[in-house]
């Protein structure tokens, strides 16, 4: 079965690091570019960024460039986003989300969720 | 940047009724247009992809139309589990792939 399972929630604190993880499996992790999408509570869907695990060629939104990392490690078939210092508007869910092989693109498979908390 | 609108923001229609969301591009996007799907607590769920290819496994009530910058989904025919939010997602511009923001469909 074709899946990303992503890392669980996470309570932190403003100022914090944080690295969250989506997992792939299922098909071959290195020929699909896997995106990160942000949904603060009640609201829509935001696009932040896109890598391919298998050069880690990255594009981010500009909205979220330099706010984010996005990075992959191909050997554990895992994309990463992280943050070096966490603002209470970063509580959000983040969604991973497959980009499919046809053009024109879609996100075909999408990960459960990572629900990140960031309250003093 | 791209930017996409969507209309009605939210909507309320009774069981059986025809649903019509329209989406609208800042610039021609061609056909690079997805339709998505979520439920409250869930991840969003790909419906229709290429402005107007309807996913394997989605029902056939579902169907999309347009080229450009406009784009609409259509639902013929509402049942109970299509009580959702519906976003739509540009695929046009590689430097962002811009949602729009969001159609909430409940009952009346």
Redesign the interface.
């Known amino acids: 079965e074709v899946q990303l399972v992503q890392s669980g929630a996470e309570v932190k604190k403003p100022g914090e690091s944080l690295k969250i993880s989506c997992k792939g499996s299922g098909y071959r992790f290195t020929n699909y570019w896997i ?1 990160w ?1 942000r949904q603060m509570p009640g609201k ?4 932040m960024g ?1 890598i391919y695990p298998g050069d880690s060629e990255t ?1 981010y ?3 979220f460039e330099g706010q984010v990392t996005i990075s992959a490690d191909k050997s554990i078939s895992t994309v990463y986003l992280q943050w070096s210092s966490l603002k209470a508007s970063d509580t959000a869910i983040y ?1 991973c ?1 497959r ?2 092989d ?1 053009v ?5 498979i ?4 990572t629900m990140v908390t960031v309250s003093s | ?1 791209i930017q996409m609108t969507q209309s009605p923001s939210s909507l309320s229609a009774s069981v059986g009724d025809r649903v019509t969301i329209t989406c609208r591009a800042s610039q021609s996007i ?5 339709w ?1 799907q ?1 439920k409250p607590g869930k ?4 419906l229709i ?3 107007s290819s309807l ?1 394997s496994g989605v029902p056939s009530r579902f169907s999309g139309s347009g080229s450009g910058t406009d784009f609409t989904l259509t639902i013929s025919s509402l049942q109970y589990e299509d009580f959702a ?1 519906y ?1 739509c ?1 540009q ?2 511009s ?9 159609t909430k469909v409940d009952i009346k």
């Open positions: 995106g999408v829509g869907l935001e696009w896109i594009r939104s500009p909205s969604y989300a980009q499919g046809y024109p693109n879609d996100y075909d999408w990960g459960q969720g | 940047d061609s056909n690079y247009l997805n998505y979520q991840a969003p769920k790909l992809f290429a402005a996913r939010s976003y997602q695929t046009y590689s430097q962002s792939h811009t949602f729009g923001p969001g």
